[in-house]
């Protein structure tokens, strides 16, 4: 109550001090010229919105009077004109943020809100799909939800034997936990026809290493758990050395691939009749083999000299999933979702606030940040820009894009058709506050902005 009585104090001040100076009294449209003095959006006493004005939402202001019936209706803005880039929408959007805007699912009955806010950081737009997955009354009351993303994630399990051994690891997933298994012999890592060994012929360091005098049904197979995923690919690179090359043997490692680790597919064969000058790069795709217990195995086929070896390194499955999510997340305050993204559920009005299967979309967009300049950051509304961030609808001294537009007048008020621009505009100046990641003058990244466009013959208008 207190810091609404001295903002309506300060207001009253502020009023007097506007009606008093002709800089302050309003300029066209927004006064005589259309019926529309103080009062058309403040209001004095029990009023809605945070500044005092009439009606609650600062865009909901603007929308009474542009609208279809209002006395705007020539420039009406409806909610569904805002833009979804490459979907839908004709205008800039006015309820996003550097944490991009949530969108109520239709049939969603919960009274309960929830916002975005934070500063996206992906690489890439992205949704968040929130789903209400146990009843709640609000922050304290035991809601729980479940969040999945859109943008897939990239998982990776691989070895790049770091070690000579079978568990080495160094992909985004732990894969320490299914190590190589040895078939045919169980000799270990340092023994047999299966080795891992430190060799120039690996790509670098150690590798591992299949051959020898009988090499056939030896086998070394590695899990992998792929179920989440959506796509798989194998990759690794291999190299043979042979005692004599080349030569007439038919001998070889098979490599195969299976989802259960009982029936195997094979991919490909290397008959060890040839050396290679390098390490050979190969890429499968696998996915016609996700499951939980997808393996991938090299097996040796018939007799090969006591020297002959083919060294294979850096076997790597990737596999992408769904991007992230959680699920039976407590609703309560401010939960982290990632990439910058947090989500504040706020209480509704009737119980239980938050409903079984209610969803809520979060639109999160790369590479915006919070305006910086006072005039645009004060402005905000919720952390989202709405009308006002850009517009000032008490004045049209700010120098708007179209370089046509009228001047302000010297003395007295007028200027309408500048558009009422919160800041000068004039070279972008708006525009690039929030969007200062796309004001790049050379084409580094970026298409460049605000380069001089010569008046030559070649020179089209756009
Ligand atoms: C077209 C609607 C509209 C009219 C007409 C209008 N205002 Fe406002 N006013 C707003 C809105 C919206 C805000 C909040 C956003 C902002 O800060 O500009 C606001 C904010 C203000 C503020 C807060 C200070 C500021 O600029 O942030 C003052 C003071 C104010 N108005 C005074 C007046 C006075 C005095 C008049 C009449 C001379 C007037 N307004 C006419 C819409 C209007
Ligand atoms: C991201 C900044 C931004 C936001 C948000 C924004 N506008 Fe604008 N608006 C502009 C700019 C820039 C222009 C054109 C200025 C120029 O050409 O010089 C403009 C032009 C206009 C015009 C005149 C041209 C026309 O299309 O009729 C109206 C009316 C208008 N805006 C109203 C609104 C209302 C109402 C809202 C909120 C519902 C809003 N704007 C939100 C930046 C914005
Ligand atoms: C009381 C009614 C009313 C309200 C509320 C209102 N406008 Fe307007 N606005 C008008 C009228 C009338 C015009 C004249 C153009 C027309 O008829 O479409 C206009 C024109 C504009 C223009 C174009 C000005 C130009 O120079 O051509 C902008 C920009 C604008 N309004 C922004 C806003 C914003 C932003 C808000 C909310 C903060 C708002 N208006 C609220 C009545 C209103
Ligand atoms: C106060 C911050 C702010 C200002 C000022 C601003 N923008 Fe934006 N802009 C945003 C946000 C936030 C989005 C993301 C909208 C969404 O979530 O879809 C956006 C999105 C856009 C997009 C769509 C980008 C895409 O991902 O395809 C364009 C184009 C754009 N703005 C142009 C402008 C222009 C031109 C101006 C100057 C008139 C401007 N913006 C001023 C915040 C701002």
Same mark, same amino acid.
């Given at each position: 109550?207190?810091?609404?009585?001295?903002?309506f104090?300060?207001l009253?001040?502020?009023?007097?001090?506007?009606?008093s100076?002709?800089?302050?009294a309003l300029?066209?449209?927004?006064?005589?010229?259309?019926?529309?003095?103080?009062a058309?959006c403040?209001?004095?006493?029990?009023?809605?919105?945070g500044s005092?004005?009439?009606?609650?939402g600062?865009?909901?202001?603007c929308?009474?009077?542009?609208?279809?019936g209002g006395v705007?209706?020539?420039?009406?803005?409806?909610?569904s004109?805002?833009a979804?880039?490459?979907?839908?929408?004709t205008?800039?959007?006015?309820?996003s943020?550097?944490?991009?805007?949530?969108?109520k699912?239709p049939?969603?009955?919960s009274?309960?809100?929830v916002?975005s806010?934070?500063?996206?950081?992906g690489?890439y737009?992205?949704?968040?799909t929130i789903?209400i997955?146990?009843d709640?009354?609000g922050?304290?009351?035991?809601?729980?939800f479940a969040?999945?993303?859109?943008t897939?994630q990239?998982n990776?399990?691989l070895d790049?034997?770091?070690a000579?051994?079978?568990?080495?690891?160094s992909?985004t997933?732990?894969?320490?936990?299914?190590a190589?298994?040895?078939s045919?012999e169980a000799?270990?890592?340092?023994?047999?026809? @299966?080795?891992? @060994?430190?060799?120039?012929?690996?790509?670098?360091g150690?590798c591992l290493?299949v051959g020898g @005098?009988?090499?056939?049904?030896i086998s070394?197979a590695?899990?992998?758990?792929?179920?989440?995923?959506t796509?798989?690919?194998?990759?690794?690179?291999?190299r043979?050395?042979?005692?004599a090359?080349?030569?007439t043997?038919?001998?070889g490692?098979?490599?195969?691939v299976?989802a259960?680790? @009982?029936?195997w597919t094979?991919l490909?064969?290397?008959?060890?009749?040839a050396?290679?000058?390098?390490?050979?790069?190969?890429?499968?795709d696998v996915?016609?083999?996700?499951a939980?217990t997808?393996?991938i195995?090299?097996?040796?086929?018939?007799?090969s000299?006591?020297?002959?070896?083919?060294?294979v390194?850096d076997?790597?499955i990737?596999?992408l999933?769904?991007?992230?999510?959680?699920?039976?997340v407590?609703?309560a305050?401010?939960v982290?979702l990632?990439?910058?993204?947090?989500v504040t559920?706020?209480?509704?009005?009737s119980?239980?606030?938050?409903k079984l299967g209610?969803?809520?979309?979060v639109?999160a967009?790369?590479?915006?940040?919070?305006?910086?300049?006072?005039?645009?950051?004060?402005?905000l509304?919720?952390?989202?820009?709405?009308?006002?961030?850009?517009?000032n609808?008490?004045?049209?001294l700010?120098?708007p894009f179209?370089?046509a537009?009228?001047?302000?007048?010297l003395?007295g008020?007028g200027?309408?058709?500048r558009?009422n621009?919160r800041?000068d505009?004039?070279?972008?100046q708006?525009?690039?506050d929030?969007?200062?990641?796309r004001n790049?003058?050379a084409?580094?990244?970026s298409?460049p902005?605000g380069?001089?466009?010569?008046?030559?013959?070649?020179?089209k208008?756009?």
């Amino acid at each position: 109550m207190a810091s609404k009585l001295t903002a309506f104090s300060w207001l009253l001040l502020t009023w007097a001090a506007y009606a008093s100076g002709p800089a302050y009294a309003l300029d066209p449209p927004h006064d005589v010229s259309r019926s529309i003095d103080c009062a058309s959006c403040h209001i004095s006493h029990h009023a809605a919105g945070g500044s005092i004005t009439r009606i609650s939402g600062n865009s909901n202001l603007c929308a009474s009077c542009h609208s279809a019936g209002g006395v705007a209706a020539t420039s009406a803005l409806a909610n569904s004109d805002q833009a979804i880039p490459g979907v839908s929408g004709t205008s800039h959007r006015w309820d996003s943020g550097a944490s991009g805007w949530v969108k109520k699912n239709p049939a969603n009955t919960s009274t309960g809100t929830v916002r975005s806010t934070g500063v996206f950081t992906g690489r890439y737009r992205k949704t968040y799909t929130i789903t209400i997955t146990a009843d709640g009354v609000g922050n304290a009351g035991g809601a729980q939800f479940a969040w999945t993303t859109s943008t897939p994630q990239r998982n990776t399990y691989l070895d790049a034997f770091p070690a000579l051994a079978y568990n080495g690891s160094s992909g985004t997933q732990d894969w320490s936990a299914t190590a190589w298994q040895e078939s045919g012999e169980a000799d270990g890592v340092a023994a047999g026809v @299966v080795r891992v @060994v430190t060799n120039a012929a690996c790509a670098a360091g150690n590798c591992l290493r299949v051959g020898g @005098v009988i090499i056939n049904g030896i086998s070394v197979a590695r899990a992998a758990d792929l179920h989440a995923g959506t796509a798989a690919m194998l990759t690794f690179s291999y190299r043979r050395q042979l005692a004599a090359c080349p030569n007439t043997n038919t001998d070889g490692v098979a490599l195969q691939v299976s989802a259960d680790a @009982v029936s195997w597919t094979t991919l490909a064969t290397y008959v060890l009749n040839a050396c290679d000058a390098a390490q050979v790069e190969q890429a499968f795709d696998v996915t016609a083999y996700i499951a939980a217990t997808t393996a991938i195995r090299f097996l040796g086929t018939g007799t090969s000299a006591a020297t002959d070896f083919i060294y294979v390194d850096d076997v790597q499955i990737e596999n992408l999933v769904a991007g992230g999510g959680a699920a039976g997340v407590s609703a309560a305050g401010t939960v982290a979702l990632d990439e910058g993204i947090s989500v504040t559920f706020g209480n509704g009005t009737s119980s239980p606030y938050f409903k079984l299967g209610s969803q809520w979309t979060v639109y999160a967009n790369p590479d915006i940040n919070q305006p910086t300049s006072f005039a645009l950051a004060a402005r905000l509304a919720n952390e989202k820009v709405t009308c006002s961030t850009c517009h000032n609808e008490h004045s049209q001294l700010a120098e708007p894009f179209d370089l046509a537009a009228p001047a302000y007048p010297l003395t007295g008020n007028g200027g309408e058709g500048r558009h009422n621009q919160r800041l000068d505009n004039d070279i972008n100046q708006i525009c690039v506050d929030c969007h200062s990641a796309r004001n790049v003058t050379a084409a580094q990244s970026s298409h460049p902005v605000g380069i001089v466009i010569p008046a030559t013959g070649s020179y089209k208008n756009p």
